[in-house]
């Protein structure tokens, strides 16, 4: 059973970066699936921000694609996000989950989510 | 961009009634559809894969029917436990991309 945990700050400053981190346990970083990151903002819908494979292959929301960073740590079973410039708009439950590679993309394992609040 | 469009916005209904959902595209996805349940305080889970493959653990009563633009999933006899808010979703190989419906919220009365 593939699981799914986040950590990282849960208070960020206005025009700072948030910065999370996603590990994956009960399976393999280097599997054939891409690792993405979700968001939802209190009381809203679901937000797609970006995925990543194993050999640092990324796909970013072109809504936030100027200030997002994705990267893969496979000694450490585990990917990263890196939000910048961030404002009010940017707070929110984020996600992480596991993307199948398969022809319809969808998201079958998630991390319970983590609560950033962007205020200073 | 492709636009998912979910309606109704809110379901009310009672235990043992049969729940009807819809997710409509702005353009055609085949059947590259999934349908996720988030329940209050909860991250969401994958219910529905390729419009209409229950994943591992979904109980019967869910199913998932569609393609093309016109998507449904349907709870055949409610329980307490399905009030949650039910979301669809799609991906597109180019520009490479998810998107998501706003969402169904699920009352029991």
């Known amino acids: 059973q593939v699981q799914l945990q986040e950590s990282g700050p849960g208070l960020v400053k206005p025009s700072g970066t948030l910065s999370l981190t996603c590990g994956v346990s009960?399976?393999?970083?280097?599997?054939?699936?891409?690792w993405s990151w979700v968001r939802q903002p209190p009381g809203k819908g679901l937000e797609w921000i970006g995925e990543i494979y194993h050999s640092g292959s990324t796909n970013y929301n072109p809504s936030l694609k100027s200030r997002v960073t994705m990267s893969v740590d496979k000694s450490k079973n585990q990917f990263s996000l890196k939000l910048r410039s961030i404002t009010a708009a940017d707070t929110a439950v984020y996600y992480c989950?596991?993307?199948?590679?398969?022809?319809?993309?969808?998201?079958?394992?998630w991390g319970q989510g983590t609560l950033v609040t962007v205020s200073s | 961009e492709i636009v998912l469009t979910q309606s109704p916005a809110t379901l009310s209904l009672s235990p043992g009634e049969r729940a009807t959902l819809f997710c409509r595209a702005s353009q055609s996805v085949s059947s590259y559809l999934a349908w996720y349940q988030q329940k209050p305080g909860q991250a969401p889970r994958l219910l529905i894969y390729d419009a209409s493959n229950r994943a591992t653990g979904i109980p019967a009563r869910f199913s998932g029917s569609g393609s093309g633009t016109d998507f449904t999933l349907t709870i055949s006899s409610l329980e307490p436990e399905d009030l949650a808010v039910y979301y669809c979703?799609?991906?597109?190989?180019?520009?490479?991309?998810?998107?998501f419906g706003q969402g169904t919220k699920l009352e029991i009365k």
């Open positions: 989950a596991r993307a199948r590679n398969v022809a319809a993309r969808f998201l079958d394992y």
């Open positions: 009960g399976g393999s970083i280097s599997s054939t699936n891409f």
């Open positions: 979703q799609q991906r597109t190989n180019w520009p490479p991309a998810y998107s």
